[in-house]
C-alpha cells in the first residue's frame, strides 16, 4: 500500500474545528460540568469491566477525568468527546496518545477508544460515533495511522472495530491481567490511504478464533 508523506505543518489540536455532527450524534470536547452527567455510567462496576479503566468510586475521579481531558486537549496529546445523543450525554470516544514526531521519525498518529451508555448498545450507534472520530482523525487532524485494541471476549467492540473498517494485526497472548485471569488483546489499525476504500466497502480482516 502507497501513503502520502506526512503534512509540512504540525496541526495545533486546540485551533481545528472540534465538534463533529452525524446522522444521530454529537460529538463535542468534554467541559467542565459534565462529570454529573458521567458519573452514573462510569461508576456502574460492569461498565469498564472489558476496558483498560476500573470503576469510579467517588465523584472526584470523574472531576478529574474531565480536567484531564481538558488539559490534554490544550496539550494537543488527547481529544475525548462527548457523545450526545438527543440532547443527552450517553458515553465518550477518543483519540488518545497523539503523536506526530518521536524523536526523528514522523509517525501521525493516535489511538481510539470509547465506550457507550448500556442502554443503547445494539443500535449502529458507537459505530456511528467511531466512523466518524476516525474520519476526523484523518480528514481534519491529518493523521497517517489509528490504532484500536479490544479484549478478546469484548464482542460488542470487535463489531464496532470490524464495521468501521479497521484491519486485525495480531492477538497477543494472555496480555493483561484483570478479574483474577490473564486477558488476550485483540489490535487493529487503519492508514490514511486505506481510509478511503474503507469508507465505501467496510472491507476488514477478521481474527482467527
Known sequence: MTSAPP??????????PLVVETHRLKLRPLTDGDDAALWPYVSDPELPRLMSWAAHRDP????AFVAFAKEALAKGSDLVWAIEHEDRLVGTIGLHGIAFELRAWRVDRAELGYW????????GLMTEAATAATRWGFETLGLHKITVSCLEQNIGSRRVIEKVGFRFLCKQEDDVWRDGRWHGHLWYELLASEWGDTTRTLRFTRPRA
Request: proline share 9%.
Open 7 to 16: 503534512r509540512a505543518e504540525i496541526p495545533t489540536l486546540s485551533d481545528l
Open 60 to 63: 472526584s475521579e470523574t472531576r
Open 116 to 123: 457507550l451508555a448500556p442502554e443503547l448498545h445494539g443500535k
